[in-house]
């Protein structure tokens, strides 16, 4: 079981940055792909980019070249910094993680943190 808690959302101007944080406890060794999605009001849920476990990023285009994913596997700790904030780019964000349910099977579940509010004023 994996339990991820976001942090860092908080309000900044366009144009700006922002570095979001995820902790992971419980059984952070059984993690595999680490990743972040965002949920603007009347929108769905949005993928924006994930790192693998020996950190090969994959991003949205809508925040490719703007945003960086980087993982601390010794921390347990994947980050989100955002450069060059628009407007748009606010939403609730949300951490995300697959890890196997325990170290003796192949079974493999996603974990969701509760989000982090981040709003870029214009």
């Known amino acids: 079981q994996v339990q991820l808690v976001e942090s860092g959302g908080g309000l900044v101007q366009a144009g700006g940055s922002l570095r979001l944080s995820c902790a992971a406890s419980g059984s952070p060794s059984n993690i595999d792909t680490m990743g972040w999605y965002r949920q603007a009001p009347g929108n769905q849920r949005e993928f924006v980019g994930r790192?693998?476990?020996?950190?090969?990023?994959i991003y949205a285009d809508s925040v490719k070249g703007r945003f960086t994913i980087s993982r601390d596997n010794a921390k347990n700790t994947v980050s989100l910094q955002m450069n060059s904030l628009k407007v748009e780019d606010t939403a609730v964000y949300y951490c995300t993680a697959l890890a196997r349910v325990n170290a003796r099977t192949n079974f493999w579940n996603n974990y969701w943190g509760q989000g982090t509010q981040v709003t870029v004023s214009s």
């Open positions: 790192i693998s476990s020996d950190s090969i990023t």
